[in-house]
């Protein structure tokens, strides 16, 4: 089992900067791809970002290419978002994510296996 605690969000306004961090315990998490996805009332889950297992491979969203960063620190069993350049449309509820059994890059919610509960994201303009 892999347990997931995602932390770093908050209401910021269009412009400004977020640090998303996600803390995993448990099995081998850092023997895993992960990645942060997003979800906001009526819509699907949809992909954000995803690293592999050593952090050498990321992989993001058109909508967030430029402006957010995914990264690992394995040593400390916790992955990143750093969000530059919100738009209001960024505002969401961000999921950390491990896809057991991969550790390369997985861009669909079906390869992951382990959620966190969320943090709220609200990007107001």
């Known amino acids: 089992q892999v347990h997931l605690v995602e932390s770093g969000g908050g209401l910021v306004q269009a412009g400004d900067s977020l640090r998303l961090s996600c803390a995993a315990s448990?099995?081998?998490?850092?023997?895993?791809?992960m990645g942060w996805f997003r979800q906001t009332p009526g819509k699907e889950r949809e992909f954000v970002a995803t690293i592999s297992y050593t952090g050498g491979t990321t992989a993001y969203a058109d909508s967030v290419k430029g402006r957010f960063t995914i990264s690992r620190d394995n040593a400390k069993n916790t992955i990143y978002l750093q969000m530059n350049s919100l738009k209001p449309e960024d505002t969401a509820l961000y999921y950390c994510a491990a896809a057991g059994g991969y550790r390369t890059i997985q861009r669909i919610t079906q390869a992951y296996n382990y959620w966190g509960q969320g943090t709220q994201v609200t990007v107001s303009s």
């Open positions: 448990g099995r081998t998490s850092s023997s895993y791809a």
